[in-house]
Nanobody, 121 residues
Framework: QVQLVESGGGLVQPGGSLRLSCAASGSISSIGVMGWYRQAPGKQRDLVAHISSGGTTNYAGAVKGRFSVSRDNAKKTVNLQMNSLKPEDTAVYYC???????????????WGQGTLVTVSS
């Protein structure tokens, strides 16, 4: 069983910063892409940022220059540093990882439970 556990969400004022963290645990052979998605009320879940095992990053246009994704392969963690937050960044943020579970030959996508980020004055 593989789990992703997120932390770091909360309420922040516009212009503020938050850091989200996500840790993977379980019977993991390797992890490919890790990243973050978000879902605002009444909207679909969209990519925020992801990072390959080699460190290549990709960002949604709306967050480019404000958010930064990083990972620690040894610790099986991925982080999202969010700066200059705007009210439109309000959403539930989900961690994602492409995980190869021990004993399996194919990787599969695993999601965290989500953490709420609210940007409001």
């Amino acid at each position: 069983q593989v789990q992703l556990v997120e932390s770091g969400g909360g309420l922040v004022q516009p212009g503020g910063s938050l850091r989200l963290s996500c840790a993977a645990s379980g019977s993991i052979s390797s992890i490919g892409v890790m990243g973050w998605y978000r879902q605002a009320p009444g909207k679909q879940r969209d990519l925020v940022a992801h990072i390959s095992s080699g460190g290549t990053t990709n960002y949604a246009g709306a967050v480019k220059g404000r958010f930064s994704v990083s990972r620690d392969n040894a610790k099986k963690t991925v982080n999202l540093q969010m700066n200059s937050l705007k009210p439109e960044d309000t959403a539930v943020y989900y961690c994602y990882a492409d995980v190869l579970t021990t004993g399996f030959s194919r990787s599969r996508g695993v999601w965290g439970q989500g953490t709420l980020v609210t940007v409001s004055s």
